[in-house]
């Protein structure tokens, strides 16, 4: 008779200690290192408060510049870091959760007038819209990895996120490659820790700067700098915009864990210290594609066997010689089509073709840091990267075997090595310069059937190596409290056939008051052609192979931009940009009658023989009104007015491919706080652009050659339909003791709005056919973190 008894007492006793664990206040640490912006030299003695806490939470930097923060409940901080001759910062927003620490690397500006610690509102001080690079002040602006997880259909992608800017469109539903001022996707340039990277997409083409996933895991990276024009003098090699990816260094006082499961992929992320007594760090993350995972498991998940993986990894050596540091990527993707041996299910001439594509796309890096004396920091990094991108296919003849249709196997390589020192001569004055040289290696073949002459092309084939070298340097000068001016140069030089670019950059940024500025930025940029451009052959009347585009020059572009930026509240801004490119020594195909230009290229290598003598123009205003997240609410709306034309050789200037126009997006969020440990969010954006232009179809000469065919003479004549998307996403978050747990669901397109994507000649029916983009699609993912 006792055991019951004794049993319902224990079991009584067990529900009263969850209860009471649950009532307890969930907790985290807040800690990290604060440095200086320029020399990245610690600064002992600094101050971290947390803004509005009462009694007041702070901690104070050790001679190492660390600092910890003692144990706060889980929610939302603004935090406040002052230290004696430097500017105080506000970093507002700080998101912590159970499961993770918050980790953070914070610099300082010095102030220019050397006095007491000064004491500024914390309102002149939420810029979060500031990019982390302090030589860039125009056309810049920072992003945070919550973003590329918050905004509804980024899903951890920050080429997805950043549509939601002014001056970005993308290109397509069925991949994240983006125009950025009318400018091609390959004029978009990817660095991560400093260096240039190949395109990190999954389903990418050579020649482009897009793909269908990104291989880099947001679980890697920290905030981060987008640009859109007008660059700082470091950046070359590009004519539109530019990725610079940061990325985090693992936690190294504790081990912890991510894992999400989703649509997309099934990631697991560890990150830990390599020992107690060492600073050390490593975080490493790899995801598999569940649409892989379930096919093997015998499901039908539609008419193509789809796979991809990747993995990701930063490791962190601190030593007396300085900071080591191992970082890269790897991904792998591919998918393969087989036809149907049933000619009455051939319903389209696409569906009796059998293809295999591949791409497959790397980058390994080792990076040391040092601090010469304490103004100056000195950083090399070695960098191998590459890809390899294939794609088969056959078509299936009446009697169901396999005909030789098109081949093309695309692999590249490139050794970089960079050094890079930045020096500050004084408060006001500081320098940074450096150089990049790469080194190519590729190995290129494509072979196709003409359907005219029925026999097998040969356009590309190489195998060789170039070389590229980049040297830059650049001047900061704070003129006044209110008035900075960035000057530098850019050097841009290809060996192989000669061709050089000079580049002068100047930018400069006038604080009119504690609440407007005026920024105006200037600068003459290039961009090598595609390797692969390079090496096109043709054979000519009597049989000789040449390659005609040796020889070609760098396209280029002059970059002008004026931007007017106006605080409403400490929490929302407006900002008005106008900008206008020139850009000229283009290459374009060397026939008068030909429409053709690089400008308008959106993957691939061009084979055609080559000449740099096309022009372009593109010029906007760009309109950005955002509220940052405050009281659990954000919000970011953005246009853009804007026109991009070419000149080919035919003399005719014409709307690019990428002139949409005008575009339009409202982006925003509302998270609602349902209890102590969970947190429901609703985010939502609507997407609104002029279409994209395209080129009408030649029906009569498609038939002729038994595939889609243009009227050049019209290049880019006709704009497709306006495009229209809005996407939601749900969020609930559950912070446990010692784990963050969250549900998310992303409904893209969510009114199911039939978004034309362009026509094809159907060789089988002899009509021009309509394809459209993405429908309403649903993407549900679960992430505990612990």
């Given at each position: 008779?006792?055991?019951?008894?004794?049993?319902?007492?224990?079991?009584?006793?067990?529900?009263?200690?969850?209860?009471?664990?649950?009532?307890?206040?969930?907790?985290?640490?807040?800690?990290?290192?604060?440095?200086?912006?320029?020399?990245?030299?610690?600064?002992?003695?600094?101050?971290?408060?947390i803004l509005d806490s009462d009694p007041l939470i702070g901690a104070t930097t050790d001679p190492d510049g660390n600092f910890k923060l003692p144990?706060?409940?889980?929610?939302?901080?603004?935090?406040?870091?002052?230290?004696?001759?430097?500017?105080?910062?506000?970093?507002?927003?700080?998101?912590?959760?159970?499961?993770?620490?918050?980790?953070?690397?914070?610099?300082?500006?010095?102030?220019?007038?050397?006095?007491?610690?000064?004491?500024?509102?914390?309102?002149?001080?939420?810029?979060?819209?500031?990019?982390?690079?302090?030589?860039?002040?125009?056309?810049?602006?920072?992003?945070?990895?919550?973003?590329?997880?918050?905004?509804?259909?980024?899903?951890?992608?920050?080429?997805?996120?950043?549509?939601?800017?002014?001056?970005?469109?993308?290109?397509?539903?069925?991949?994240?490659?983006?125009?950025?001022?009318?400018?091609?996707?390959?004029?978009?340039?990817?660095?991560?820790?400093?260096?240039?990277?190949?395109?990190?997409?999954?389903?990418?083409?050579?020649?482009?700067?897009?793909?269908?996933?990104?291989?880099?895991?947001?679980?890697?990276?920290?905030?981060?700098?987008?640009?859109?024009?007008?660059?700082?003098?470091?950046?070359?090699?590009?004519?539109?915009?530019?990725?610079?990816?940061?990325?985090?260094?693992?936690?190294?006082?504790?081990?912890?864990?991510?894992?999400?499961?989703?649509?997309?992929?099934?990631?697991?992320?560890?990150?830990?210290?390599?020992?107690?007594?060492?600073?050390?760090?490593?975080?490493?993350?790899?995801?598999?594609?569940?649409?892989?995972?379930?096919?093997?498991?015998?499901?039908?998940?539609?008419?193509?066997?789809?796979?991809?993986?990747?993995?990701?990894?930063?490791?962190?050596?601190?030593?007396?010689?300085?900071?080591?540091?191992?970082?890269?990527f790897g991904g792998l993707s591919d998918q393969t089509i087989e036809a149907k041996q049933d000619s009455s299910q051939w319903t389209d001439e696409?569906?009796?073709?059998?293809?295999?594509?591949?791409?497959?796309?790397?980058?390994?890096?080792?990076?040391?840091?040092?601090?010469?004396?304490?103004?100056?920091?000195?950083?090399?990094?070695?960098?191998?990267?590459?890809?390899?991108?294939?794609?088969?296919?056959?078509?299936?003849?009446?009697?169901?075997?396999?005909?030789?249709?098109?081949?093309?196997?695309?692999?590249?390589?490139?050794?970089?090595?960079?050094?890079?020192?930045?020096?500050?001569?004084?408060?006001?004055?500081?320098?940074?310069?450096?150089?990049?040289?790469?080194?190519?290696?590729?190995?290129?073949?494509?072979?196709?059937?003409?359907?005219?002459?029925?026999?097998?092309?040969?356009?590309?084939?190489?195998?060789?190596?170039?070389?590229?070298?980049?040297?830059?340097?650049?001047?900061?000068?704070?003129?006044?409290?209110?008035?900075?001016?960035?000057?530098?140069?850019?050097?841009?030089?290809?060996?192989?056939?000669?061709?050089?670019?000079?580049?002068?950059?100047?930018?400069?940024?006038?604080?009119?008051?504690?609440?407007?500025?005026?920024?105006?930025?200037?600068?003459?940029?290039?961009?090598?052609?595609?390797?692969?451009?390079?090496?096109?052959?043709?054979?000519?009347?009597?049989?000789?192979?040449?390659?005609?585009?040796?020889?070609?020059?760098?396209?280029?572009?002059?970059?002008?931009?004026?931007?007017?930026?106006?605080?409403?509240?400490?929490?929302?801004?407006?900002?008005?940009?106008?900008?206008?490119?020139?850009?000229?020594?283009?290459?374009?195909?060397?026939?008068?009658?030909?429409?053709?230009?690089?400008?308008?290229?959106?993957?691939?290598?061009?084979?055609?023989?080559?000449?740099?003598?096309?022009?372009?123009?593109?010029?906007?205003?760009?309109?950005?009104?955002?509220?940052?997240?405050?009281?659990?609410?954000?919000?970011?709306?953005?246009?853009?007015?804007?026109?991009?034309?070419?000149?080919?050789?035919?003399?005719?200037?014409?709307?690019?491919?990428?002139?949409?126009?005008?575009?339009?997006?409202?982006?925003?969020?509302?998270?609602?706080?349902?209890?102590?440990?969970?947190?429901?969010?609703?985010?939502?954006?609507?997407?609104?652009?002029?279409?994209?232009?395209?080129?009408?179809?030649?029906?009569?000469?498609?038939?002729?050659?038994?595939?889609?065919?243009?009227?050049?003479?019209?290049?880019?004549?006709?704009?497709?339909?306006?495009?229209?998307?809005?996407?939601?996403?749900?969020?609930?978050?559950?912070?446990?003791?010692?784990?963050?747990?969250?549900?998310?669901?992303?409904?893209?397109?969510?009114?199911?709005?039939?978004?034309?994507?362009?026509?094809?000649?159907?060789?089988?029916?002899?009509?021009?056919?309509?394809?459209?983009?993405?429908?309403?699609?649903?993407?549900?993912?679960?992430?505990?973190?612990?």
């Amino acid at each position: 008779m006792k055991t019951p008894k004794f049993r319902i007492l224990f079991f009584l006793f067990l529900v009263g200690l969850a209860r009471v664990a649950e009532a307890q206040t969930i907790t985290q640490t807040i800690r990290g290192q604060v440095l200086d912006q320029v020399t990245r030299s610690p600064l002992p003695g600094a101050t971290v408060i947390i803004l509005d806490s009462d009694p007041l939470i702070g901690a104070t930097t050790d001679p190492d510049g660390n600092f910890k923060l003692p144990p706060v409940a889980v929610g939302t901080y603004h935090l406040k870091i002052s230290f004696v001759g430097y500017q105080d910062r506000v970093i507002p927003n700080v998101v912590v959760n159970s499961g993770k620490e918050v980790v953070l690397n914070l610099a300082l500006e010095e102030d220019i007038i050397r006095m007491d610690e000064l004491v500024i509102s914390a309102e002149s001080h939420l810029e979060k819209n500031k990019p982390l690079n302090e030589m860039a002040v125009v056309s810049a602006r920072t992003f945070s990895v919550d973003e590329t997880r918050k905004f509804a259909a980024a899903v951890n992608d920050p080429a997805r996120m950043v549509a939601s800017y002014a001056g970005v469109v993308q290109t397509s539903d069925g991949n994240n490659s983006i125009s950025v001022r009318g400018n091609a996707p390959f004029g978009l340039l990817w660095r991560m820790e400093g260096v240039d990277i190949p395109n990190p997409n999954h389903f990418a083409n050579v020649a482009t700067s897009g793909g269908g996933i990104s291989i880099i895991s947001s679980q890697l990276l920290t905030n981060s700098d987008f640009m859109t024009g007008a660059f700082p003098a470091e950046y070359g090699n590009a004519l539109a915009g530019v990725f610079d990816l940061n990325l985090r260094r693992g936690n190294n006082e504790k081990r912890e864990y991510t894992i999400q499961a989703g649509f997309l992929g099934t990631d697991v992320a560890v990150e830990g210290p390599f020992s107690k007594n060492y600073k050390g760090s490593f975080l490493v993350n790899y995801r598999y594609s569940t649409l892989a995972v379930l096919s093997r498991l015998g499901l039908d998940v539609g008419g193509a066997a789809t796979n991809f993986q990747d993995l990701s990894y930063h490791i962190h050596l601190p030593s007396k010689w300085g900071n080591f540091s191992f970082f890269g990527f790897g991904g792998l993707s591919d998918q393969t089509i087989e036809a149907k041996q049933d000619s009455s299910q051939w319903t389209d001439e696409y569906y009796r073709y059998n293809s295999t594509y591949f791409s497959n796309t790397g980058a390994a890096g080792a990076k040391h840091s040092l601090n010469l004396g304490a103004n100056t920091f000195w950083q090399t990094t070695l960098v191998l990267s590459g890809n390899n991108h294939g794609f088969r296919q056959d078509r299936l003849d009446e009697e169901y075997i396999p005909q030789f249709d098109y081949r093309q196997n695309f692999f590249n390589r490139k050794l970089t090595i960079s050094s890079v020192l930045n020096h500050k001569i004084s408060a006001r004055h500081a320098v940074r310069t450096g150089f990049y040289a790469n080194r190519y290696y590729f190995d290129l073949t494509r072979r196709f059937l003409n359907r005219e002459t029925q026999q097998v092309e040969n356009p590309l084939q190489a195998m060789g190596t170039a070389t590229t070298w980049q040297v830059f340097g650049q001047w900061n000068f704070r003129a006044s409290e209110r008035l900075t001016v960035n000057t530098g140069l850019h050097s841009l030089w290809l060996p192989s056939n000669g061709s050089v670019s000079v580049e002068p950059r100047l930018s400069a940024k006038w604080d009119m008051s504690g609440r407007q500025s005026l920024s105006i930025g200037y600068g003459l940029h290039s961009q090598m052609q595609p390797v692969g451009v390079y090496q096109a052959s043709v054979t000519d009347q009597s049989g000789t192979t040449l390659q005609p585009n040796k020889q070609l020059g760098f396209n280029k572009a002059h970059h002008y931009v004026l931007a007017f930026d106006q605080s409403l509240s400490p929490h929302m801004r407006v900002k008005v940009e106008t900008y206008y490119q020139h850009l000229f020594n283009i290459a374009v195909e060397d026939d008068p009658n030909s429409s053709l230009s690089t400008i308008n290229n959106e993957e691939g290598y061009i084979t055609d023989p080559l000449v740099n003598r096309g022009l372009g123009r593109n010029y906007g205003l760009e309109l950005t009104l955002e509220h940052f997240l405050h009281n659990n609410l954000y919000f970011l709306v953005s246009g853009s007015l804007y026109e991009s034309h070419y000149r080919a050789l035919d003399n005719v200037w014409r709307n690019t491919r990428f002139n949409a126009n005008r575009a339009i997006s409202l982006t925003a969020g509302k998270e609602f706080p349902m209890a102590k440990d969970r947190t429901f969010g609703v985010n939502f954006r609507t997407l609104y652009t002029g279409g994209l232009r395209t080129t009408p179809i030649d029906v009569q000469a498609s038939m002729a050659a038994g595939e889609t065919r243009y009227v050049e003479s019209e290049a880019y004549r006709d704009q497709l339909p306006d495009y229209f998307r809005t996407d939601l996403r749900f969020s609930l978050k559950r912070n446990k003791t010692k784990s963050t747990r969250t549900w998310s669901l992303d409904i893209q397109n969510v009114t199911n709005h039939q978004n034309l994507g362009g026509q094809y000649f159907d060789v089988r029916t002899a009509e021009v056919k309509k394809w459209y983009q993405l429908p309403l699609l649903p993407i549900l993912s679960y992430r505990v973190e612990f």
